[in-house]
């Protein structure tokens, strides 16, 4: 076993040693992490596993909700391949959990996944028993598929995606993520560039195949009937409004955003605009942005319990997991992240609603979406919140336009299904090298 391997393997135990009383103090005091303490320490009640009963088992580990919309559509191309196989799905965040569990059915079993600590890790693996265990993106976590890789359990990464901050990390650490990509069995990747970030990282190019992005075949389904209805009933809107939207808003960004929209009003003063903040605890540091300037805004959880028609033209989006839908009512979608330097967020999601879709120069964490869509001619990029106003009024003011931009942007998607099916063949395959 490689030096810098049973460095890290010292660092993080004595780290989790030295701060678990805390992490259960802060737990009793908070209440955070109450229901699901045990698991993530590594201790796992008999019941979480009971269904988990067929010779073969594969574990998949998606973190957060971003991970899961990829692992749902992978899970059901396994059960259609092959049924008899058991599955096992963890995440880290309990939002990630709620989506998997409505997204799933009950004889996947859904857990939370234990700290990279690893006796943790042991003790999950001992007690689950995987034939494989599957990392979804870009959690590659040492002890575990270390510990995987020693006990002879197959490993694979799927719809991997290494972006440019990451792959940044990680070099720093290569030596390190070299050692623990040498044991991985397979890497099933979304696009080239992330193919090639994975090589540079210190994995085998004979182990690494180039499969797409599976989170598309998962967009394409939940964008089906009354969907669309239902969130129009909630934020109280008729159908028949122009619809400005912004989501996964970054802070300074909101400033641009509300500097375009009232030039936008000035053209189009009935224009409603729904800010969607990427971190919904921001939602009363918006509303206040927004009240210093004069304009009226609601919540939109406000929205929902009233009863009151609502007047405000301003809608801030304050709920989890609601996004994807919302893009729905939009006329023309701006995803945030971009303007402000954070990488960009996932554009593909309101281009499967058929919607113009905006974005600023900074998109390198989501380069392979920002590509497809303007080879399709259905993504914008704008570089300033003078360029945002401009196409935004044009579209809003040329509803063939937007119709005509939206479809292509949604065709784009739709010619790009089916990598669900190949990530799921990548990891079946591996049950003939156990």
């Keep these: 076993m490689h030096p810098i391997y049973l460095a890290y393997l010292v660092l993080t135990s004595g780290v989790f040693t030295a701060g678990l009383p805390y992490a259960l103090l802060y737990s009793k005091i908070t209440g955070r992490y109450k229901k699901n303490f045990s698991q993530r320490v590594g201790l796992f009640p008999s019941s979480l596993v009971l269904p988990v009963k067929r010779s073969t088992r594969i574990w998949l580990h998606a973190v957060s909700m971003g991970e899961v919309t990829a692992a749902v559509p992978i899970i059901e191309a396994i059960r259609k391949s092959s049924p008899g196989f058991s599955i096992i799905l963890s995440t880290s965040t309990e939002h990630g959990q709620g989506l998997a569990r409505s997204r799933l059915s009950s004889d996947v079993s859904c857990i939370y996944a234990p700290v990279d600590f690893v006796f943790s890790v042991i003790s999950v693996l001992e007690r689950i028993k995987p034939d494989i265990l599957v990392c979804l993106e870009t959690e590659l976590w040492p002890n575990l598929l270390m510990a995987a890789n020693l006990m002879g359990i197959k490993t694979a990464i799927v719809n991997g995606r290494i972006s440019s901050r990451t792959i940044k990390s990680y070099m720093k650490i290569r030596p390190l993520m070299k050692e623990v990509l040498g044991r991985i069995d397979a890497f099933s990747m979304i696009n080239a560039i992330d ?98 300037r004069g304009l009226q805004c609601r919540l939109r959880t406000d929205l929902e319990k009233s009863e009151e028609p609502r007047t405000a033209p301003i809608i801030i989006m304050d709920s989890m997991g609601e996004l994807k839908d919302a893009y729905s009512v939009a006329n023309i979608v701006f995803c945030g992240g971009s303007l402000a330097k954070f990488g960009g967020q996932n554009i593909l999601e309101p281009a499967v609603w058929g919607k113009p879709v905006l974005y600023g120069s900074s998109m390198e964490d989501f380069i392979d979406a920002k590509n497809l869509l303007e080879k399709a001619g259905g993504g914008i990029e704008v570089k300033n919140g003078d360029e945002l106003a401009e196409k935004a009024i044009f579209f809003l003011s040329n509803p063939e336009q937007a119709q005509k931009t939206g479809s292509l942007a949604r065709n784009a998607v739709e010619l790009n299904q089916g990598a669900a099916q190949k990530h799921a063949s990548v990891i079946c395959s591996l049950m003939d090298k156990t």
């Design 195 to 292: 193919a090639k970030r994975i090589q540079d990282i210190g994995a085998s190019p004979e182990k690494i195949v180039i499969n797409g992005n599976a989170k598309f075949d998962l967009m394409l389904e939940r964008s089906g009937t009354g969907v669309k209805e239902k969130i129009q009933q909630i934020l109280k809107l008729n159908g028949r409004e122009m619809v400005f939207m912004a989501g996964s808003t970054r802070p300074s960004e909101e400033e641009v955003i509300l500097d375009a929209y009232q030039k936008i009003i000035q053209k189009l003063p009935e224009t409603i605009l729904i800010i969607a903040p990427r971190h919904t605890e921001r939602a009363d540091q918006i509303q206040k942005i927004i009240s210093q």
